[in-house]
């Protein structure tokens, strides 16, 4: 049994409280970190760990961190993004309510390692109870001294605080989140530079995902051998997946990476409801391509899914069974999709709408034949040409549907109606 | 500098350092097609028409945000990139309502010219799917959201070049739309109605009302010239056709202004609704009546000889060219020995010379006093308001109700000049800006910041700086004038202080290009040919003398006004130079600090 890490105190009563936290082993990484070590060995021992950023690219975290411009006469920011959008993911929201003192002890920890004395939470405008629980967390790490000036009394100081965003898909991209932060529109900038040169109010920004945060205390805690010794050589450590769909327990479950999709489904989200067969998958976020039935044996990992096609992404599976419309799947992404495009490039912007509009009409009965070659034409025709990589992930939902499930499409149009 | 090294479309080509792909194609000569791109806007790379192949790179990247590196090797117009922008095309075509056969722009539209370049020649989308409203509540100009392509360089203009911020977009994706401030009519909004998103919008959604279906630009001449509204000196260029100027354009090359024009300059000068003098008149029997230029001049120089040269007085526009300063001068002041010479305008005392108009951009304090340049020298505005949002601190003296005082990090009154020059003494870059309204103890105060400050007067009339470098302007008392010159020009003037002075039987000429209180009492009227019908030269406020050309006839029989005043001195003998280059030669001669 995976001793869970993450996640191991959601079901103690008030864990979101600093109290609960502590008594649980909480706060013993950052003395640690500031008293013990200088930046150069944390940014090492992450390294060495193998994090992997889990807001849905994967980026090495330590090799992030590393591309921080070193010295103490640079002013740097470090960006929690908690703006956790993606269609499927809710993993951050809990990690928010339920143990806010351990992202908050991990944000010490990275700002200590990059030498940045100031730190944001960029959290999604609809997340109440998260909000109100950041403030809560930052208060009480104030009250105890693990934030404000020389913490701990090793020299170090930071200030957090909380910045709710309007609630825009794209500003959980990290330049379209640092946009939003100085108070602009939510769009996202053009790279290079990339903010870890020129990010926040043009200064060297570190934006971290909540979950990545999150893990940093542990590597602290007991070392970068056995945070690499879960999960497989290129995925390390424990990941929150969250399952949705037509699955008996639906929610979040920490486990290793490199975990079998069919585990997931099948032991800790109890099966198929109603033991209907399964359709497809979607396995992180409604960004990746989907996979079938046959690929259900495919390690949960960054490296195994790119080989099936597709992307771990935020590790949001949506699980769905064969009574589920395949063209109708689409057309909710799509709506999406379409309707959080910034419309800042001509390509997202009326691309994603026309894309819609087909899967509308053919979801409608009103599909012709040649619609389905428009649909696939103008999907492949966007890849890679927006300004950033949301227009990519657009078009997965289509392109993966018509790979897989092009006879449902037909059938929309030669019989006027949904096969199932 | 090391240049850095690329081949383009098999093309070697070096490029200055921190150039983008677009900029080193243009130096090459090579074209790559732009939409959102324009040379005095920062590249957005929002349209997605200037992508191109890169080796080594994945995806298309757009030219006009790519940086170049060593070595690059980038292809143009390589299927792929056909096949890019057609699609790009295909879908801004669709988005809104783009039937060129209906629209003003068509011939002169940058999308419209890709479509036939990509060899547009059917929808691939279902297009006219939804309706966008039109905005007209602004007086020069509409916005058309069907034409519109959201490429973002309106909006841009408003912020980058002339720091009004009106422009935004709202909401997102498909449903993004141009709008000012938080979305009201573009009339009731904070636009100043400058039109520098007009002249660079791309395609028919921003529509100059006046020009509208007049004429697409290969049927129109294009004549630059200077503005002829303020001391700054804005270079224009008049779009005519068949002789009408159709309308104002900033002149992109322009040393001054870089393009940017305001309402006055742009506008303003094409809806002049004052009733023109197009005949020479001459009074008889108490009556005005029309006559010829030779008995005009006749009557003009008989009066003017007939009068002791203590008796004559002269007063000037300082919208006046340059050559016409320097005749009246040459004329009045040296051949005939006047010293009753006067201006109309209230000048600004010279606090230092040193200073122009670009050292707002780098100073860190900016000064203005005893002026409004948001009223009378709008571009001097944006030059400053630019500054302010690049961080500098604006310090306005004068009244709470000048239209900068919401820009500025302090308003002072004049007598607490003493605190705004402490705080411009610990700036690096102090600028300072100052009008006609500026006290003689301030102007005392300023000169305490010495070198370090550069020093800008902003004046009302085009041509200020000339007329008083040439010495018009030594104290006018119309009572004492039996004979009076006036030359009133363009300038709309009621001229009830000169008229209530001037003796009953006082002779009074007047040069002037419309009908004014002043034509009504005078004895000879010469009509004179406004900006856009004569030749000259102007002198800014920075001493910078620019050319003001000649664009369409003058109407009826009016003359420039140098070209007047050179056949008043030769009526009356005196030989002044004869063509206008000689003119303008001496004009400049006579201008130039010593």
Request: charged share 25%; proline share 5%; glycine share 10%.
């Amino acid at each position: 049994m995976f001793e869970k890490v993450l996640t191991r105190n959601f079901g103690l009563p008030r864990s979101e409280s600093i109290g609960v936290y502590i008594a649980n082993g909480g706060y013993q990484a950052l003395p640690k970190a500031l008293h013990e070590c200088d930046p150069e060995q944390l940014i090492e021992m992450v390294t060495a760990s193998g994090l992997r950023g889990r807001g849905g690219a994967g980026f090495p975290a330590g090799r992030k961190w590393g591309f921080m411009p070193k010295g103490s006469d640079i002013e740097k920011y470090v960006c929690v993004n908690t703006d956790e959008g993606e269609p499927g993911t809710f993993k951050d929201r809990e990690l928010v309510e339920k143990d806010p003192h351990q992202i908050i002890e991990g944000v010490i920890i990275a700002s200590y390692a990059v030498g940045a004395h100031r730190a944001f939470v960029y959290i999604r405008g609809e997340f109440f109870l998260g909000v109100k629980r950041w403030i809560k967390a930052i208060d009480g790490a104030y009250a105890k001294g693990f934030l404000g000036k020389n913490i701990l009394g090793s020299g170090f100081s930071l200030d957090l605080s909380v910045h709710r965003g309007a609630g825009a898909y794209i500003c959980g991209e990290e330049t379209a989140l640092i946009e939003s932060l100085e108070g602009k529109r939510g769009e996202p900038r053009k790279k290079p530079p990339y903010p870890a040169s020129v990010g926040l109010w043009g200064k060297p920004t570190l934006v971290h995902n909540v979950e990545t945060l999150a893990n940093i205390p542990h590597i602290i805690n007991r070392g970068a051998e056995w945070y690499s010794s879960i999960g497989t050589p290129k995925s390390t450590g424990p990941k929150i997946f969250c399952i949705s769909g037509h699955v008996r327990n639906r929610g979040i479950f920490e486990l290793p990476l490199g975990v079998p999709l069919r585990e997931i489904i099948y032991e800790h989200a109890g099966g198929m409801t109603f033991d209907k067969k399964l359709k497809a998958v979607i396995p992180g976020g409604a960004s990746t391509p989907m996979l079938t039935p046959d690929q259900v044996d495919t390690p949960m990992a960054f490296e195994t899914l790119e080989e099936a096609g597709t992307m771990l992404g935020t590790g949001a599976i949506v699980v769905m069974n064969e009574d589920t419309c395949m063209v109708d799947v689409a057309r909710r992404l799509m709506r999406f999709f379409a309707h959080e495009s910034c419309g800042r490039c001509t390509p997202c912007r009326t691309g994603t709408q026309r894309m819609l509009n087909i899967l509308e009409r053919l979801e409608a009965g009103q599909g012709k034949a040649e619609d389905i070659e428009t649909l696939e034409r103008t999907a492949r025709k966007i890849q890679g040409l927006t300004f950033c990589p949301m227009g990519d992930a657009a078009i997965n939902p289509v392109l993966s549907g018509l790979k897989l499930f092009r006879d449902e499409y037909e059938y929309h149009v030669t019989h006027k109606r949904c096969p199932v | 500098m090391a240049m850095v090294n690329l081949t383009i479309n098999g093309q070697k080509v070096s490029a200055p350092p921190g150039s983008t792909v677009l900029q080193a194609a243009q130096l090459a000569n090579i074209d790559i097609p732009t939409l959102c791109d324009h040379p005095a806007l920062a590249p957005l790379g929002a349209c997605r028409m200037c992508l191109v192949e890169i080796k080594g790179q994945r995806n298309l990247q757009p030219a006009c945000t790519f940086p170049t590196t060593e070595g690059m090797d980038v292809q143009t117009e390589s299927p792929r990139v056909v096949v890019a922008r057609k699609f790009v095309l295909d879908l801004l075509f669709a988005e809104r309502n783009h039937y060129c056969m209906y629209c003003e722009m068509t011939g002169d539209c940058e999308l419209q010219a890709l479509g036939y370049r990509y060899g547009l020649d059917h929808w691939v989308y279902p297009t006219y799917t939804k309706r966008f409203p039109v905005d007209a509540t602004r007086l020069y100009f509409l916005m058309d959201h069907n034409r519109c392509i959201l490429c973002r360089r309106c909006v841009r203009a408003c912020s980058e070049l002339v720091a009004n911020h009106t422009l935004g977009v709202r909401q997102r994706g498909a449903e993004s739309m141009i709008q000012a401030d938080m979305n009201v009519p573009f009339g009731e909004s904070t636009c100043i109605s400058c039109g520098t998103c007009l002249q660079v919008c791309p395609t028919g959604a921003l529509v100059d009302r006046r020009s509208a279906f007049m004429g697409r630009d290969i049927e129109t001449e294009h004549t630059k010239s200077t503005c002829s509204h303020c001391s700054i000196g804005c270079g224009v260029e008049m779009v005519t056709r068949s002789g009408n100027v159709l309308r104002l354009e900033g002149d992109w090359d322009a040393p001054v202004n870089a393009g940017v024009l305001c309402q006055a300059g742009r506008f303003d000068p094409l809806y002049d609704e004052r009733e023109r003098v197009t005949k020479p008149l001459v009074r008889k029997k108490g009556e005005l009546k029309e006559t010829d230029w030779d008995t005009a001049l006749q009557a003009v120089a008989k009066g003017m000889k007939g009068t002791k040269a203590q008796k004559l007085g002269v007063l000037a526009s300082t919208y006046a060219t340059n050559e016409a300063l320097y005749l009246l001068r040459k004329l009045f002041s040296q051949e005939l020995k006047v010293s009753n010479l006067g201006l109309l305008n209230k000048v600004a005392p010279v606090i230092s010379d040193q200073g122009s108009l670009a050292d707002i951009a780098e100073s860190d304090i900016i000064l203005v006093v005893g002026t409004n340049p948001v009223n009378d020298q709008p571009v001097a505005s944006f030059f400053v308001k630019r500054a302010v949002d690049k961080g500098a601190r604006l310090i306005v003296v004068d009244g709470k109700d000048n239209g900068l005082v919401p820009f500025a990090y302090m308003n002072l009154e004049m007598k607490e000049i003493n605190r705004a020059v402490e705080l411009a003494e610990r700036a690096e870059h102090p600028m300072v800006l100052y009008g006609a309204g500026i006290t003689k103890n301030a102007a005392t105060a300023l000169k305490k910041l010495g070198e370090k400050a550069s020093f800008v007067a902003l004046e009302l009339g085009v041509n200020t700086r000339a007329a008083a470098a040439l010495g018009l302007n030594n104290g006018f008392d119309a009572s004492a004038a039996q004979a009076l010159y006036i030359l009133v020009g363009e300038q709309d003037l009621d001229g009830a202080p000169v008229l209530q002075k001037v003796g009953k039987d006082a002779f009074v000429v007047v040069q002037a290009s419309f009908k004014s209180p002043l034509t009504e009492r005078a004895d000879v009227i010469l009509p004179m040919a406004i900006w856009s019908e004569r030749a000259g030269s102007l002198t800014n406020t920075e001493g910078r003398v620019q050319k003001a050309n000649k664009a369409v006839e003058p109407k009826g029989e009016a003359k420039a006004d140098w070209e007047i005043l050179s056949l008043l001195a030769a009526k009356m003998g005196k030989k002044l130079g004869a063509s206008l280059d000689d003119l303008s030669a001496l004009a400049a001669e006579a201008i130039r600090p010593a």
